[in-house]
């Protein structure tokens, strides 16, 4: 994983199956360090060519460590992510799924425990603004929260289309 993060550095794109690999690694890592307290899954949609499509370098990455850390970690309840990769209209759209505790109760631990506020995500969101500019083709981040019928909070999903 270190390798592949010191390779990939140079880059400014890489494959999307070198970003799944370097996914994968870093997911099954997490697994050990935290003794398997979440499931972890990636797919990718059968009509993808993972080898010659590209993405941003470590775009993904922020995103499911923030599914571990602040979503599945905190829960009382067995974790899960998932990563999905699938075409939708001209784009290529990449999921991070979780079952976590969601962004209002972490938002609110945040506050009562005085932690620092997280940069990751407003950098990410960031990014895929200037990633916009320069490129003109309608890159975005969409963020929704998943409730039950008791309006409960049962994880986050974060939407992330990069056009082709």
Known sequence: ????????????????????????????????????????????????????????????????????????LPCNRPGSILISFQKHQNSLQCLVADNG???KATRSKKSKNNIHKSVGLSLLRDRIDLLDKIRKKGHQMIIKDNVNKLGEAEGTVVEILIPF
Not at 11 to 34: K, P
Not at 51 to 59: A, E, G, S
């Open 1 to 72: 994983l270190i390798r592949m993060v010191l390779q990939n550095s140079r880059e400014s794109e890489i494959s999307l199956s070198d970003e799944i690999r370097m996914l994968s690694l870093y997911g099954e890592l997490e697994q050990a360090r935290f003794k398997l307290n979440f499931s972890f899954e990636i797919k990718v949609n059968g009509d993808l060519d993972a080898k010659n499509i590209t993405i941003p370098v470590m775009l993904l990455q922020p995103l499911v460590e923030n599914a571990i850390i602040h979503g599945v």
């Open 101 to 103: 505790v969601g962004r």
